[in-house]
């Protein structure tokens, strides 16, 4: 483990080579704790209107769903080319609100978009909120470096052996949540590049700690294959 940016981060595979990570990542599955990354929450009446001034290029417009995760490289406003932030994905969900715009950034990066938002918008800090919050009269800055987790999962078969990780909550009566759920189970067999990046799935789970049974049956081969995660 290595301590970087505030948090306890694995440096290298754990018990393995460099070419079993090599040969699960072009072949099978491999999984990245990046749970380190901050989330900023950005809320205002059009919150993606707000970071617009600090990205001059984006990887491709909004979707027809306006619920992808787009990349942008940010800047601070008004000296493009210099003053460069750094890479960042910005996702709106449109499902839940159109007034909040969720930006993910590294936390090397962090304080120097803090900054650049509180200049910008003569942001203060509130002291009455628990979680660390700026915010003026048209816009509200949270940070949420605790409670948000991030796992970026690479390689042909990651998108099978998500679904098989996780077990969806059937009998939903909610229709959101059925629709996605079969728009996930119809793609899951698929190859992972033929979809696109930064689609967005809402899954309905079920809590392994208490929903999921306790004895396990079956050959303990296949059990092992079935968890064969590589965290790097």
Same mark, same amino acid.
């Given at each position: 483990m290595a301590q970087k940016?505030?948090?306890k981060i694995a440096d290298r595979s754990y018990q393995r080579g460099f070419r079993a990570v090599l040969r699960d990542s072009n072949k099978n599955c491999t999984i990245r &704790?990046?749970?380190y990354y901050t989330c900023l929450t950005i809320k205002s009446a059009d919150a993606y209107s707000k970071m617009c001034p600090f990205s001059e290029k984006s990887c491709r417009r909004q979707s027809s769903r306006a619920e992808e995760e787009e990349c942008h490289q940010l800047y601070v406003p008004g000296k493009y080319p210099f003053g460069y932030i750094g890479p960042a994905r910005f996702q709106k969900l449109a499902a839940q609100n159109t007034g909040e715009l969720y930006v993910w950034i590294h936390p090397s990066s962090k304080p120097h978009l803090l900054t650049a938002l509180l200049d910008h918008y003569q942001l203060q800090k509130d002291e009455?909120? =628990?979680? =660390?919050?700026?915010k003026n009269d048209t816009i509200t800055v949270s940070l949420d470096a605790e409670n948000v987790s991030r796992f970026h999962l690479s390689g042909p078969r990651c998108l099978a052996k998500l679904r098989d990780s996780v077990r969806l909550v059937e009998n939903n009566d909610n229709e959101q949540f059925r629709v996605e759920h079969e728009?996930?189970?119809s793609v899951s067999n698929s190859v992972f590049n033929s979809n696109r990046d930064g689609d967005v799935f809402y %899954? %309905?789970? =079920? &809590?392994?700690?208490t929903a999921w049974d306790r004895k396990v049956s079956g050959d303990f081969e296949n059990l092992r294959n079935f968890y064969r995660f590589v965290i790097i």
């Amino acid at each position: 483990m290595a301590q970087k940016w505030g948090f306890k981060i694995a440096d290298r595979s754990y018990q393995r080579g460099f070419r079993a990570v090599l040969r699960d990542s072009n072949k099978n599955c491999t999984i990245r &704790d990046r749970s380190y990354y901050t989330c900023l929450t950005i809320k205002s009446a059009d919150a993606y209107s707000k970071m617009c001034p600090f990205s001059e290029k984006s990887c491709r417009r909004q979707s027809s769903r306006a619920e992808e995760e787009e990349c942008h490289q940010l800047y601070v406003p008004g000296k493009y080319p210099f003053g460069y932030i750094g890479p960042a994905r910005f996702q709106k969900l449109a499902a839940q609100n159109t007034g909040e715009l969720y930006v993910w950034i590294h936390p090397s990066s962090k304080p120097h978009l803090l900054t650049a938002l509180l200049d910008h918008y003569q942001l203060q800090k509130d002291e009455n909120s =628990e979680a =660390e919050t700026y915010k003026n009269d048209t816009i509200t800055v949270s940070l949420d470096a605790e409670n948000v987790s991030r796992f970026h999962l690479s390689g042909p078969r990651c998108l099978a052996k998500l679904r098989d990780s996780v077990r969806l909550v059937e009998n939903n009566d909610n229709e959101q949540f059925r629709v996605e759920h079969e728009r996930f189970l119809s793609v899951s067999n698929s190859v992972f590049n033929s979809n696109r990046d930064g689609d967005v799935f809402y %899954l %309905l789970i =079920e &809590d392994p700690r208490t929903a999921w049974d306790r004895k396990v049956s079956g050959d303990f081969e296949n059990l092992r294959n079935f968890y064969r995660f590589v965290i790097i």
